[in-house]
């Protein structure tokens, strides 16, 4: 797949100033995301040697100094003159927009990013960036910086020296320490777990590469981790399915490639209902799905029904089953490599390439028959078609009990509604929707809300836990009709999203062990039913404080023991402090001002960025294998922070994320 290409090949364009007026532009935000995607624009360019077999491992290590170090051990970034420009290969790739090579459209990179301008972006936004090439057994060195000159101008990512031959050595490859710009950067601050999260599911999506991470920030706690996965994508399946009963092992792995695209797919079917889809292209996550999991699906069905007909499984009299039907209870990956990729969807996260369809399906077509029809894999093969005409059979029966429990609902809706204190204004894309734990705290949230805009409706007790329950057993649940109802907007398949009739559902509930437990089965059944909801970002939740800090009448809320040995120190002697137990404790006039009023309060938005992540914490959270789940809960003791849906949301004190 590699072609050689030398330092003449390098496109020129632009310059660095482009991308300080703009950073947003090139890596999105200048916050939390913006930061860590300075990192994965580095760590593409190692990947890519990688993936084209010069390399084989990839490491990452954050420094003292919140700098950060990314080494491969490839070829090295070529270190000759560009003919046109007169400077080295690494200086044109550090200063150079557009420096893409023949990245843009040819042969060398599949990564997802900047394709190829990466690494000058970074420059443009950092401080500093040292850059250290082994090749040939020496060692080469260049530095770059943005300081602001003598006439007051900043200057951006300009070498301090030309590339220069600083030793020897028998290493090969490249590595590169940055830091960005705090002049740029809300925060310079790094999260481990999320970089750490990152390069498994790299390290998943690219069999056989070794990613290291090194954390050296604190002296006492160092923090480091490997990942290499020989088995790929089927490795991943396997974890994700870890909480679950497995039908059959290994899981089916399926590759190969059409017209220049890659296609990698692994599946394997467990014994529950809910069906587990991640797909990816040049190891970007396509969260709204696209061309190839269309095909991907088209496939599935159509091969899987060819098969259960010969296998005299199902007769010719009998209708075919439905994609669904297969699908139930399967986790899949789907990876693709391929050139020019097109996002599309309100996210950006769905591709649009119409040939990744029929590569997707070719593939499928070219494996999957043969693997099912050699007879060592029959067992597999029918485990598959019997699960298959199970889940039709009891889609059947499933199909007339909701329009039973539908008619029940209907029926139903007047004394569940009254439940729901409603607001009086009418645009639903300012409505709030608070969804409170226990009759107390809703009373007061009642009281304390502004009711031109904020409808409460409390819950009593704990609603039924829908993971691994089907649709009609969640009809039939009070809890859950009422949000149903509140909500407006159906469920499943029936799912509306223009029917919302709030444009923010906010979960409140306690900051004890039950609350946590109260909104984990919330957002299972959001996530499960309502998925919508929370990809386009209308699920949140609300933040309590945890203390009241009072001297006389000045009155301070903390959010967070960090916060309230702040407000303590600042406070001196001869305060009061209350420990809020729960909601209940507060009285209207608290609660609105701490956790209602938009003006002050701190929402945390779910999201879904990283929804493999999720779906493995939602299955091991409320699933059915006890020890497994006990063991996290322990590891995360604080409930307020750090569950299955929210230590992914973005959190921003003090404003809405
Ligand atoms: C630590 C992060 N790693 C990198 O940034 C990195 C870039 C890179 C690379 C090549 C090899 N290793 C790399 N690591 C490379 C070498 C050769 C051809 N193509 C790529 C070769 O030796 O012929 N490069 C990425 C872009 C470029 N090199 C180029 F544009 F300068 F060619």
């Known amino acids: 797949m590699a072609k050689e290409y030398g330092v003449g090949d390098i496109k020129v364009m632009e310059g660095l100033e482009a991308v300080r007026m703009r950073p947003g532009m090139y890596i999105g935000s200048t916050g939390m995301r913006g930061l860590h995607h300075m990192l994965w624009e580095i760590v593409d360019n190692a990947v890519d040697e990688a993936a084209n077999g010069y390399a084989d ?9 919140e700098s950060v170090t990314v080494e491969d051990n490839g070829r090295g970034i070529p270190v000759g003159i560009h003919e046109k420009l007169g400077v080295s290969g690494v200086e044109v790739v550090y200063t150079q927009l557009h420096a893409g090579g023949k990245f843009d459209n040819d042969s060398y990179s599949y990564s997802g990013g900047l394709h190829g301008v990466g690494a000058s972006v970074v420059n443009a936004l950092s401080e500093y960036v040292h850059v250290e090439v082994y090749r040939d057994g020496r060692i080469y060195e260049q530095n770059f910086r943005s300081y602001v000159d003598g006439g007051g101008k900043l200057q951006c990512g300009k070498p301090v020296a030309p590339l220069a031959e600083i030793g020897r050595t028998r290493k090969q490859g490249t590595k590169v320490t940055f830091l960005p710009d705090a002049r740029v950067f809300e925060t310079l601050h790094m999260n481990y777990d999320v970089i750490s999260r990152r390069m498994r599911e790299l390290a998943y999506l690219n069999r056989g590469i070794c990613f290291k991470l090194f954390d050296k920030r604190e002296w006492g706690n160092r923090k480091e981790a490997e990942y290499k996965f020989d088995g790929g994508i089927s490795d991943y399946v396997r974890y994700l399915n870890e909480e679950k009963t497995a039908l059959y092992e290994p899981p089916i792995h399926i590759m190969g490639q059409k017209d220049g695209i890659q296609v990698e797919v692994a599946f394997q079917h467990n014994d529950g209902y809910a069906e587990s889809i991640f797909s990816y292209v040049n190891n970007i996550p396509t969260s709204e799905g696209g061309t190839h999991e269309t095909g991907f699906k088209a496939a599935f069905t159509k091969i899987l029904n060819d098969y259960c007909r010969k296998a005299e499984l199902l007769k010719d009299k009998d209708p075919s089953l439905s994609g669904e039907d297969f699908r139930e209870g399967v986790t899949v990956i789907l990876s693709l490599k391929m050139h020019s990729i097109q996002f599309e969807g309100q996210t950006k996260t769905r591709l649009g390439n119409t040939e990744a369809r029929p590569a997707v399906e070719t593939v499928m077509t070219e494996q999957l028959i043969p693997y099912l029809d050699d007879l060592k894999n029959a067992a597999t093969a029918n485990l598959i078609a019997e699960k298959a005409l199970k889940a039709a059979k009891v889609r059947e029966t499933a199909r007339k009990a909701k329009n039973m429990a539908r008619e029940k609902v209907k029926l139903e809706n007047a004394p569940l509604v009254g439940k729901l204190s409603s607001c009086t204004g009418r645009d639903a894309s300012v409505n709030e929707l608070f969804i409170v734990e226990g009759d107390s705290a809703g009373g007061s949230a009642k009281m304390g809300r502004d ?28 809890e859950f009709r009422s949000v149903i109802t509140a909500l407006g907007t159906g469920i499943g398949e029936d799912f509306t999203l223009s029917s919302l009739k709030y444009n923010k559902i906010i979960i409140l509930s306690d900051a004890d062990q039950d609350g946590a437990h109260i909104r984990a089965i919330l957002l299972t059944f959001f996530y499960r039913y309502m998925k919508e909801l929370i990809t386009d970002g209308h699920v949140y939740i609300g933040q309590p404080p945890l203390y009241k800090v009072q001297k006389g009448k000045d009155i301070q809320y903390a959010y967070s023991d960090h916060e309230l040995s702040k407000l303590t120190k600042a406070a001196g002697k001869g305060y009061t402090l209350q420990r809020y137990k729960g909601l209940g404790e507060m009285n209207p006039e608290q609660l609105w001002a701490t956790t209602m009023n938009p003006e002050h309060r701190a929402l945390i938005r779910v999201d879904l960025e990283d929804a493999a992540d999720v779906e493995h914490l939602v299955s091991l959270l409320m699933g059915d294998k006890v020890a497994p789940r006990k063991e996290y809960i322990s590891e995360f003791a604080n409930f307020n922070k750090q569950d299955a849906f929210a ?11």
């Not at 491992?57 to 100094?65: L, Q």
């Not at 031109?452 to 409706?457: G, K, M, T």
């Not at 230590?647 to 994320?657: I, L, N, T, W």
């Open 57 to 65: 491992t990839v490491s990452v290590t954050i420094e003292r100094d």
């Open 647 to 657: 230590q992914r949301a973005d959190v921003q004190p003090g404003k809405e994320a």
């Open 451 to 478: 009711r031109r805009f904020q409808a409460i409706l409390p819950l009593r007790g704990k609603p039924l836990n829908v993971e691994k329950k089907r649709l009609d057993q969640v009809l039939a649940n009070d």
